[in-house]
């Protein structure tokens, strides 16, 4: 039989080929005694992510608490990452695998890649993607020396509302390549269009954004675009949350000539800053000037189809001082996970996370806002991060939080001065309504 008999007419199709009258027939081998003569007992059936987190609830049982609800996000996300995703990255032949050299014994190494570049161009809607940088931020570096080998221009404009550490490591690149850059204003949590029409200019290489941007906002992106090519410059779009794009549209169709990212969403879990994957992809007139590896699809002599790295240039390998970029290797066993990862929850699945991301935070936004002492600081619609004004400073109250057993916010005064009274909230689908209920009460009553 090459089915399994799920229904009932399946049951007796099965039953009528092996020349039996009923199920019991297929266990008379078995003694009476050791068979139930009724059902199990078991609860209602439970998704992956219910039943993991059903498992660790009954573990703290033991008199440790293990689960905390966590509200922070900044860059690095809390998502779930179904069981599949580690059953296929903890095969030996992808945990051991290095840079894949020898494309003629890499096949399978290389397929993966070609395959994560093929979802990610899609995902951001971009012709060409490489086979991933270090991390999300030296993605955005590397497209700054990209935008000024591209223009042949030394200016790089990008906006404050991009995360602070990204911007730290665009501004070592610049230092190092003696570009020349500039920062344009937020206003309302937002780019600020006006300061950015000021500084704009047909000596700017790029405009430089993140969307949604550092502060969870969506960004103006018709009115940057329209205002970066009639300057004759490139827009670079960062997205540091890309399940935001189940929701969004691909920066590519709103004009964006490269774009940026951090994978770590897609599959990655929290490990205190990384390994993470940062992603990068272009149009394809700017193929040749994107950095790292490509995997292409090909055939071989006898028309059979194969794997190879393509458009590499020696450059990139021995005269490093004339390379485009000095990035010679890739997150392999990341950018598996972030493949494995798409594929498991499809076009479909990913749609249905950003909803449930967009909706949870907005049910949190909404009734933080009606506590008393607690404001909305930005007016910007947002996805799943947002910025609330606290009545007692952040540290203090992320420190009373975690006593409760909650993860806060991430305290905006660190890198932005005029927000020290400031948190930003993140929301995933790992929190659950009860979750989000239990920090609403919890703030109620230490506001």
Do not use: W
């Amino acid at each position: 039989m090459n089915f399994i008999p799920h229904t009932k007419k399946d049951r007796q199709e099965m039953l009528k080929f092996l020349g039996l009258k009923s199920i019991d027939e297929l266990f008379v081998d078995i003694d009476r005694r050791l068979v139930l003569d009724k059902n199990l007992d078991l609860p209602p059936a439970m998704s992956e992510l219910e039943l993991s987190r059903h498992i660790l609830m009954l573990s703290e049982k033991n008199g440790e608490t293990l689960h905390k609800s966590c509200f922070l996000g900044a860059g690095a996300y809390n998502h779930f990452i179904p069981s599949v995703v580690n059953h296929i990255i903890s095969r030996s032949e992808f945990y051991t695998a290095y840079t894949p050299y020898q494309s003629e014994v890499s096949q399978g190494i290389l397929q993966a890649i070609f395959e994560y570049q093929t979802m990610i161009g899609e995902l951001i809607g971009m012709d060409v993607v490489n086979a991933s940088v270090y991390d999300g931020a030296s993605a955005l570096a590397e497209a700054a020396i990209m935008a000024s080998n591209i223009t042949e221009r030394e200016e790089i404009i990008i906006s404050s509302a991009v995360h602070p550490e990204y911007r730290g490591v665009v501004k070592t690149y610049c230092d190092a390549s003696e570009l020349k850059l500039k920062e344009v204003y937020y206003d309302e949590g937002v780019t600020d269009l006006k300061n950015l029409e000021e500084v704009v200019s047909d000596r700017s290489a790029g405009v430089f954004i993140q969307n949604p941007n550092f502060f969870g906002s969506i960004e103006n992106v018709f009115d940057i675009e329209n205002m970066c090519h009639e300057k004759g410059c490139l827009l670079i779009v960062n997205v540091t949350e890309p399940t935001s794009l189940g929701m969004l549209k691909p920066p590519g169709e709103y004009g964006a000539d490269i774009v940026t990212g951090e994978g770590q969403s897609f599959g990655n879990p929290l490990n205190y800053g990384g390994p993470y994957l940062g992603f990068m992809g272009t149009k394809e007139k700017y193929m040749r000037y994107i950095p790292g590896r490509l995997s292409g699809l090909t055939t071989d002599t006898k028309g059979r189809r194969g794997f190879v790295l393509t458009l590499q240039a020696r450059e990139q390998h021995i005269r490093r001082e004339k390379a485009s970029s000095n990035i010679c290797t890739n997150q392999t066993l990341n950018a598996l996970a972030a493949t494995v990862y798409l594929s498991t929850l499809g076009k479909n699945g990913l749609k249905e996370l950003a909803n449930l991301c967009y909706q949870k935070a907005h049910y949190a936004y909404d009734n933080i806002k009606e506590i008393g002492g607690f404001r909305p600081i930005f007016s910007a619609p947002f996805y799943n991060e947002f910025v609330i004004e606290c009545p007692i400073k952040p540290k203090r109250l992320n420190e009373k939080l975690l006593k409760h057993g909650i993860i806060g916010g991430f305290e905006l005064g660190r890198y932005y001065p005029e927000l020290k009274d400031a948190m930003m909230i993140c929301v995933t689908e790992n929190n659950t309504k009860k979750d989000i209920d239990r920090l609403l009460e919890v703030l109620r009553v230490l506001k």
